[in-house]
């Protein structure tokens, strides 16, 4: 399904880009832009915790987390979703005003 063009969304995540990832490369299995946009939509929808965040990443439709740049797992018929671990762990590690700067723009 193609992105509606008045969509602010691609410009958005396209601004995340910008910022370094805090991450080490070695082992980063989702896209520090992924994780981030997976985590506001969570918030968006009504997820006040990283738990319910992670369980509504869990529900998410197939066509938003394929909007979002989450990849397929290779071997199975499923998408790849960052553990509430991971997003636990990269949250602690951003500057929180980042993605607010990105959006600003």
Do not use: N, Y
Request: glycine share 4%; net charge negative.
């Amino acid at each position: 399904m193609p992105v509606d063009a008045s969509s602010l969304i691609p410009p958005a995540l396209d601004q995340l880009h910008e910022h370094p990832d805090p991450r080490d490369p070695r082992g980063v299995r989702h896209a520090l832009v992924a994780v981030l946009a997976l985590t506001a939509c969570a918030v968006l929808a009504g997820s006040a915790s990283l738990l319910a965040g992670s369980e509504w990443v869990a529900d998410a439709p197939p066509h938003v987390l394929e909007r979002l740049g989450i990849r397929l797992d290779p071997l199975f018929p499923k998408r790849l979703l960052p553990a509430e671990t991971t997003v636990r762990r990269l949250l602690a590690r951003i500057d929180g005003d980042a993605p607010d700067r990105a959006v600003e723009r």
